[in-house]
């Protein structure tokens, strides 16, 4: 166990759709990062926050969204759901920005039908 | 940009073979090199890291060494088990921010 919950672990909407991934990371861990995970693209970083502030933006796309709070939980928004959108969705957390391990949680799979 | 290479699995083996997983990575500067495991059906889990060249990573009986001359951070484990099968994937992260920089994934089947 990592320590960085995610939830829902499975979820199943339309196209069209929106949904929020919500993720708690370790104990004392300051940021979190969102990874997303699918056959064709593999594992790719989408966007961390540090401490509430965005710090580093990956591929994602504009229909995406995120959020740190200042219980330092993050949300990961996806609006008009395609069927391409169907992946793993990672979150993950380390102490700080930078020179640090960072520890995953167990993944929410989004299917997109 | 930076970028990680793995060799392309299924990597099928017999119970305590040799593994070898190879791995090579292109980045600027000096990134910190990391080797992750995916279980069925779960989630990422840090196996071993290295910080700098020459550096040795080693868990569970799995080893990686940071070569820098050769730009490369393959794993190895002398003597496999069932329980080892699973998808290994090799990242970097360079610059501050510790993102991580992903290889394709590896999958590894071990049979008895």
């Known amino acids: 166990d990592s320590g960085v919950t995610q939830t829902p672990k499975h979820l199943i909407t339309a196209t069209g759709q929106r949904v929020t991934l919500r993720c708690s990371p370790r104990?004392?861990?300051?940021?979190v990062y969102w990874y997303q995970q699918s056959l064709d693209q593999g594992l790719q970083f989408l966007i961390q926050?540090?401490?509430?502030?965005?710090?580093a933006k990956g591929n994602i796309l504009e229909r995406f969204s995120a959020q740190q709070f200042p219980d330092l939980h993050s949300e990961l928004n996806l609006s008009s759901l395609e069927l391409g959108d169907s992946a793993l969705y990672f979150c993950?957390?380390?102490?700080?920005?930078?020179?640090?391990?960072?520890?995953f949680g167990e993944g929410s799979w989004l299917t997109v039908v | 940009g930076n970028s990680v290479t793995q060799m392309e699995g299924p990597v099928t083996l017999s119970e305590e073979a040799f593994l070898t997983i190879n791995c090579t990575y292109t980045?600027?500067?000096?990134?910190?090199l990391f080797w992750y495991v995916q279980y069925p059906g779960e989630g990422l889990q840090l196996l071993l890291k290295?910080?700098?060249?020459?550096d040795k990573g080693s868990n569970k009986g799995f080893e990686a060494t940071y070569r820098k001359e050769t730009t490369s951070f393959h794993l190895e484990k002398g003597s496999v088990q069932v329980s080892d099968s699973a998808v290994y994937f090799c990242?970097?992260?360079?610059?501050?921010?510790?993102?991580?920089?992903f290889g394709a994934g590896t999958r590894l089947a071990v049979h008895p």
């Open positions: 290295a910080t700098k060249a020459d």
């Open positions: 104990s004392g861990d300051l940021s």
């Open positions: 990242a970097l992260s360079s610059g501050g921010y510790n993102k991580l920089i």
């Open positions: 926050y540090y401490n509430g502030e965005e710090r």
């Open positions: 993950a957390s380390s102490e700080s920005q930078g020179g640090n391990t960072i520890y």
């Open positions: 980045a600027t500067g000096y990134p910190s």
